[in-house]
């Protein structure tokens, strides 16, 4: 009875320890980097146990914050709007070797303004 047992929970642990899963849990916390294109300047986002997105872009051309919200999938694919209001888009990648990157962009202030971003967690 004690082999079967042992036998059964070995096969569990094998089951519900299967690295194939994607987890959010990889990409729990903070994350910063910069910007570059028809702006620049630094961003930094903070991703919760749910795949919510907070955080800001600070433009070193006109010393302005612009919020970020959104979602990150457990994939990692990264789909938020920026400005307050929202006039634009911040997507892209985060990868578990805490690595990202994408691209941006900003209808406001006018004229638009887009480019790409890169970045790492801390």
């Known amino acids: 009875m004690?082999?079967?047992?042992l036998l059964l929970l070995t096969a569990f642990l094998f089951i519900g320890c299967s690295s194939d899963d994607d987890t959010i849990y990889d990409y729990i916390g903070?994350?910063?980097g910069t910007y570059e294109g028809s702006d620049k300047g630094v961003w930094n986002i903070v991703v919760d146990n749910a795949g919510k997105v907070t955080g800001t872009m600070h433009s070193d051309v006109n010393?302005?914050?612009?919020?970020?919200?959104?979602?990150?999938?457990t994939s990692g694919d990264l789909t938020a709007?920026?400005?307050l209001p929202s006039k634009g888009d911040f997507r892209g990648t985060l990868n578990t070797d805490k690595k990202g990157n994408g691209n941006w962009s900003?209808?406001?202030p006018?004229?638009?303004?887009?480019?790409s971003w890169k970045g790492e967690k801390k």
Do not use: D, M, Q, R
């Open 30 to 32: 903070t994350w910063s």
């Open 106 to 108: 900003n209808s406001l």
């Open 2 to 5: 004690k082999k079967l047992f």
């Open 63 to 73: 010393n302005e914050n612009y919020n970020i919200s959104g979602n990150l999938s």
């Open 110 to 115: 006018t004229p638009a303004k887009s480019g």
């Open 81 to 83: 709007v920026v400005g």
